[in-house]
T-cell receptor, first 112, second 112 residues
Framework: GESVGLHLPTLSVQEGDNSIINCAYS??????FIWYKQESGKGPQFIID?????DKRQGQRVTVLLNKTVKHLSLQIAATQPGDSAVYFC???????????FGTGTRLKVLA | NAGVTQTPKFRVLKTGQSMTLLCAQD?????MYWYRQDPGMGLRLIHY???????AKGEVPDGYNVSRLKKQNFLLGLESAAPSQTSVYFC???????????FGAGTRLSVL
């Protein structure tokens, strides 16, 4: 059964629309960021990453934007599909550490 | 193409029992991590290892021990399980700092 994300913020989008999921990170000096997708009962799955020397990076149907001024990361999913329904969370790695810091996540629901 | 493999997938323990969770990766990664995931919370780091024979404490290490005798394996031990250790446990590995962490499918542990 589902044990993750019982009280997460939820974003509901119509199938075919674009989705934007936001994340506020904690350390202004963090130099590497990752977005993960987690489906119910499964482990986190890598979507896209970005280093602090970049502002934008594009993948297949996904784009990550990094705004270091306000410590904000966003994930844009184009033409959202039912298979995109999941919990999405970001991770950062502060300087001088091996430890990744994970956000609590946002649940994306795709409406048919 | 196994990636990160965790065993067992499910386990139920009685308070005071002990068990070991096994994580194996076939990507020749140096870094390995153990996390726990609880409802409404982000992944929390228990212990990690930056190479064979090395381990270090994470955010929530109490009640857990780890060993990294072989590069490909990272074991998480619970010497005397408590109900507070009921959680989903994830293992992850990465090539180095600032690289993608790949996750296993998780171990769902209930302590009664």
């Amino acid at each position: 059964g589902e044990s993750v994300g019982l009280h997460l913020p939820t974003l509901s989008v119509q199938e075919g629309d674009n989705s934007i999921i936001n994340c506020a990170y904690s350390n202004s000096a963090s130099d590497y960021f990752i977005w993960y997708k987690q489906e119910s009962g499964k482990g986190p799955q890598f979507i896209i990453d970005i280093r602090s020397n970049m502002d934008k990076r594009q993948g297949q149907r996904v784009t990550v934007l990094l705004n270091k001024t306000v410590k904000h990361l966003s994930l844009q999913i184009a033409a959202t599909q039912p298979g995109d329904s999941a919990v999405y969370f970001c991770a950062e790695i502060p300087p001088g550490t091996y430890k990744y810091i994970f956000g609590t996540g946002t649940r994306l629901k795709v409406l048919a | 193409n196994a990636g990160v493999t965790q065993t067992p997938k499910f386990r139920v323990l009685k308070t005071g029992q002990s068990m070991t969770l096994l994580c194996a990766q076939d990507m020749n990664h140096e870094y390995m991590y153990w996390y726990r995931q609880d409802p409404g919370m982000g992944l929390r780091l228990i212990h990690y290892s930056v190479g064979e024979g090395t381990t270090a404490k994470g955010e929530v290490p109490d009640g857990y021990n780890v060993s990294r005798l072989k590069k490909q394996n990272f074991l998480l031990g619970l010497e005397s399980a408590a109900p507070s250790q009921t959680s989903v446990y994830f293992c992850a590995s990465s090539y180095s700092r600032g690289n993608i962490q790949y996750f296993g499918a998780g171990t769902r542990l209930s302590v009664l």
